[in-house]
């Protein structure tokens, strides 16, 4: 099955610059590729996804970057604000998110006023 | 609407009593998938269903666990009997049909402790 392997664990970024997360995933047949953002005692909610029939897509101060024959997507954040202080997670699916997503195990983004 | 519904929020429970979870979709979603979360092992999927018929249960771990959808509008998540390693927070989420949007949308989750 899907494999999603997500870098680093934790990081730590001082407020106004930017942060990036990166995901590696196995499987070469998987083509949707979310992001979903965790607070502490709540819910994960999607920020970003994208699809592999292109390889970058932005929202604001969010961009996520596919890169599909490396089998790495990654996700940046722009000028950070205490309020992106949260735990990320990448995941992947073969079928745009129907049977499930497969995710890393999250990155803990510290914002440091 | 509502979005998902979990309950219970929490339980806490003794080794070895059953564990009921429940889960109402998002109305009009086709698609009903549990996931367990823990700090080891992250957001796992246990289980998913579409149209209320099971697709994949490879990701439950053991026979302690079953689910069932007995309609579009519920799901039970059913541990039996707990164990201390079950402890985790238990998430539903739903999805329409398909896949269409490509986005889960998960309930508030249920936080499980098993002494």
């Known amino acids: 099955g899907e494999n999603v392997e997500q870098h680093p664990s934790t990081l730590s970024v001082q407020e106004g610059d930017s942060a990036v997360i990166k995901c590696t995933y196995s499987d070469s047949a998987s083509n949707y590729f979310p992001w979903y953002k965790q607070e502490l005692g709540k819910r994960p909610q999607l920020i970003i996804d994208?699809?592999?029939?292109?390889g970058e897509k932005k929202d604001q101060r969010i961009a996520v970057t596919l890169n599909k024959t490396a089998k790495h997507f990654s996700l940046h954040i722009t000028e950070t604000q205490p309020e992106d202080s949260a735990v990320y997670f990448c995941a992947a699916s073969k079928r745009g998110g129907a049977d499930g997503l497969t995710f890393g195990k999250g990155t803990h983004l510290i914002i440091q006023p | 609407d509502a979005g998902v519904i979990q309950s219970p929020r929490h339980e806490v429970t003794e080794m070895g009593q059953e564990v009921t979870l429940r889960c109402k979709p998002i109305?009009?979603?086709?698609?009903l998938f549990w996931y367990r979360q823990t700090m080891m092992r992250g957001l796992e999927l246990l289980i998913y269903f579409n149209n209320n018929v099971p697709i994949d249960d490879s990701g439950m771990p053991e026979d302690r666990f079953s689910a069932k959808m007995p309609n579009a509008s519920f799901s039970t998540l059913k541990i039996q009997p707990s164990e201390p390693r079950d402890s985790a927070v238990y998430f539903c989420?739903?999805?329409?049909?398909?896949?269409?949007?490509?986005?889960?949308?998960f309930g508030e989750g249920s936080r499980l402790t098993v002494l």
């Open positions: 109305s009009g979603h086709n698609s």
């Open positions: 989420a739903s999805t329409p049909a398909g896949g269409a949007t490509g986005e889960l949308f």
């Open positions: 994208i699809r592999s029939n292109v």
